[in-house]
């Protein structure tokens, strides 16, 4: 006869609906988890290097080792910073109008002549060589001449802030609207798609991740230019304010500025990252990132 089973031996399994939902709440949460580990590791490893920058820099200024109108400490470049936040707050609006106006500007511009010549071969052979030749000439040698015709307002700053915008987004466009695989195109008109509808449902998406590569460089070189410009010429902005300060060796005020304008591209540069992750996450780069 069979021995009775007993009950403190019977082993109890969750049945597989339950095993399947522990699973699928598992899995997010291991996601989430790795996620915030890679950001952690991603923005820690910037921030550790800065930290040590920063007390590197405080330790040879506080050192005697060169005088403090030659190399400030950033702790004194702070405090200049928190004393006359007014004046660099003031300055660095009139930089960061220059670059709203212009940014816009340059963008529209590249996108259009970009399309333009993205898309038709002839202009690819004679428009593009001017294209290439604008960047051509040196910046530095330009913003004397614009302020020279334009005088000492906005607008030499706004062209010099368009010109630098310019080129690197019309490049990305003709290069995103050259790059798009023929055999898509050739499976759209297939299905009956028009010209409109290819340029919009393939020609525009498989170019987007060209041109937000070229929005990021744009984005970077637009504070850049707004100062070169200021130097020149102007009667404010943080350029205006890095020359007063340095004929007068106030270098704290110089650093603060510096801080200012890399502070405003790595914003710019940012606000294009964040951008892209929104309007093309099923780009290639991303779904890797997801994927890790």
Known sequence: ????????????????????????????????????????????????????????????????????????????????????????????????????????????????????IGMVASLRRTAYPFVVASQSLPTLALAPLLVLWFGFGVVPKVILVVQVVFFPITVATVAGLVSVPQQALVFGRTLGAGWWQLFVKIRVPASLPHVFSGLKIAASYAAVAAVIAEFAGAESGLGALMLRANDNLQTEAVFGALILITAIGVGFFALMSLLERLIVPWHEQYRKDGDR
């Open 1 to 116: 006869m069979t021995p009775p089973v007993k009950a403190s031996r019977i082993e109890r399994h969750p049945a597989p609906e339950g095993r399947d939902r522990m699973v699928a709440e598992q899995v997010p949460r291991d996601g989430r988890t790795r996620g915030v580990r890679r950001g952690l590791a991603v923005a820690g490893i910037p921030l550790l290097v800065l930290v040590v920058f920063f007390a590197v820099w405080e330790f040879a200024s506080k050192s005697g080792w060169q005088p403090d109108y030659i190399l400030p400490a950033p702790s004194d470049v702070a405090n200049d910073l928190w004393k006359d936040r007014g004046g660099y707050w003031d300055n660095a609006q009139t930089t960061l109008t220059e670059i709203l106006i212009g940014f816009p500007i340059g963008l529209v511009l590249g996108l259009v002549i970009g399309g333009l």
